[in-house]
């Protein structure tokens, strides 16, 4: 939702009933049909910071002109067609109107858009057309501006039950429905940015990698370590889409050939953008496989021990600006690496004892409730860890550039421009006992992807290292329980001081 940070399409102060004046800051937005000038109601907060909320450059108005409810309070008549044109419905909630929406199958949704000016609206919201179109073409589809014109393009439907779509609706007020478009043409502010806290580091042994930031797990930021990638040289979109031709590429719920897929992120203008997230990219290309190798780093991959059976564990990632992913903590207790070949990306990292403000998992981790987009959690939750006691770790990490993020941590990434990266994911022995321990859990088989028995994974696992390591798992089991105790062993003044008589105790 959008909270306090509600716009305001005004061009002065004005005053609300109760006499008390708002402060607006005008943005002003040149593009090539119009110039559009938007205020922006500016909160206590944001006066502190400075700056409030700039759009980008290309940013349009709303398509069917759907203000925020902020800007209900400067009609006269107090008249918002969202309750007109719902009738006994109005009532209800954006969201459940949309839920109720969603059953509909796209022809009647279109049918439903000319009933009224209010359910036009709604009946035209994209997400809708959206997942109409990722539940039905599952082998792809071509991109034509619009969910609602790709879905109308894929069942060549040219009697297809709709108003235009360039039709505006005055008076139409709501904060659920505005915040897509307002999402979609944020820019990111520059104190989003600016933060940068990450230990970085270049040219480091092994052993001081293993040792400062494994161990410990802690996350660090790496450079220089991809010089000898071909990837670094070869990897745009001309190459790609020559080596890749026809093969498809998992995006979301579809498969999409990566010259569809690029012509959907240069058309996409959406708040949650398609991201391009594949596991199975080097059996599918070989070529891409070889055109990198893991840093030195991260060579012991023990999940390897399981073969064609391991889980999912490396990933080709592309996407627009804006695509990402939400917070998260990465599967089956595993640490990961994440080299950026193109672009750059914006890193938020929380400890495994921090739950990110705004994010809140399920009590078995199965599920995390989290906004909906990744630019309304900076919205609406970023500026709440600044007094925090444990901030999150920051950073942007550029083109040749790799992040270790640790095991259990929490994170956040955006693209900042078009990107292109590999992800793995991997067990050393620096956390083969954490992933043994995740892998025992009741409902460790509904959490794990990209194996063929899951039921089964922690066994077969444990008893290839035993058989590919032996005694490993002892030894580490012993060193930890060793490591335990003595987190827990009494310091000198702990053992001498008895703290409820506040005195001495001799304990010879």
């Not at 009609?75 to 509909?104: A, M, Q, W, Y």
């Amino acid at each position: 939702m959008l909270g306090s940070k509600t716009l305001i399409f005004k061009k002065q102060k004005r005053k609300r009933k109760n006499g008390k004046s708002i402060k607006s800051k005008k943005i002003s937005v040149s593009t090539k049909e119009e110039k559009v000038t938007k205020s922006h109601q500016i909160t206590p907060q944001e006066e502190e910071d400075g700056e409030g909320f700039s759009l980008k450059a290309s940013a349009q108005s709303d398509s069917h002109g759907v203000q925020p409810l902020g800007n209900l309070y400067f009609n006269p008549s107090s008249h918002n067609s969202r309750n007109t044109g719902l009738g006994n419905l109005k009532t209800l909630t954006d969201e459940l109107v949309l839920d109720i929406l969603g059953l509909l199958e796209g022809t009647h949704l279109g049918i439903l858009s000319n009933v009224s000016k209010g359910f036009y609206i709604f009946c035209n919201h994209e997400p809708l057309w959206r997942n109409l179109v990722l539940e039905t073409c599952k082998g792809g589809f071509s991109f034509k501006g619009s969910w609602k014109s790709t879905f109308v393009s894929a069942y060549k439907q040219p009697s297809f039950p709709v108003l235009s779509s360039g039709l505006k609706v005055r008076d139409f007020y709501s904060d659920y429905l505005f915040q897509s478009w307002l999402c979609a043409n944020l820019e990111m502010k520059p104190e989003w940015l600016e933060k940068d806290n990450i230990v970085r580091r270049r040219g480091i042994s092994v052993d001081e990698f293993v040792m400062n930031f494994e161990e410990p797990n802690k996350p660090v930021l790496l450079e220089g370590c991809l010089e000898s990638w071909p990837a670094l040289e070869k990897w745009n979109r001309d190459y790609l889409v020559e080596e890749c031709g026809d093969v498809k590429f998992s995006v979301g719920l579809v498969e999409m050939k990566l010259e569809d897929y690029f012509s959907y992120s240069d058309q996409a203008r959406e708040e949650r953008p398609l991201y391009l997230f594949d596991p199975k990219f080097a059996e599918k290309v070989p070529q891409l496989g070889k055109d990198y190798d893991a840093p030195m780093y991260f060579n012991e991959d023990l999940f390897s021990v399981l073969g064609s059976e391991r889980p999912d564990y490396r990933w080709i990632i592309i996407g627009p600006a804006g695509s990402g992913s939400s917070f998260h903590i990465d599967p089956n207790s595993t640490s990961a690496w994440n080299a950026v070949i193109k672009g750059s990306k914006k890193w938020v990292l929380f400890p495994p004892d921090v739950v990110p403000p705004g994010v809140h998992p399920s009590p078995d981790g199965a599920e995390v409730a989290s906004p909906v987009s990744i630019i309304e959690w900076f919205m609406n939750f970023y500026n709440a860890t600044k007094n925090w006691k444990k901030r999150p770790i920051e950073c942007v990490c550029k083109a040749g550039e790799v992040i270790f993020v640790p095991n259990g941590w929490w994170h956040l990434v955006i693209n900042l421009e078009d990107s292109i990266a590999i992800t793995q994911n991997f067990v050393s022995r620096r956390n083969l006992l954490n992933v043994l321990e995740f892998l025992k859990k009741p409902n460790a088989c509904t959490l794990v992807s990209g194996t063929s028995d899951r039921v089964n994974l922690h066994d077969k696992f444990k008893n290839a290292i035993e058989a590919y390591l032996p005694g490993t798992i002892g030894e580490l089991t012993l060193k930890d329980e060793e490591k335990k105790a003595q987190q827990k062993k009494p310091s000198f003044w702990e053992s001498v001081t008895d703290s409820k008589a506040g005195a001495f105790k001799f304990s010879f």
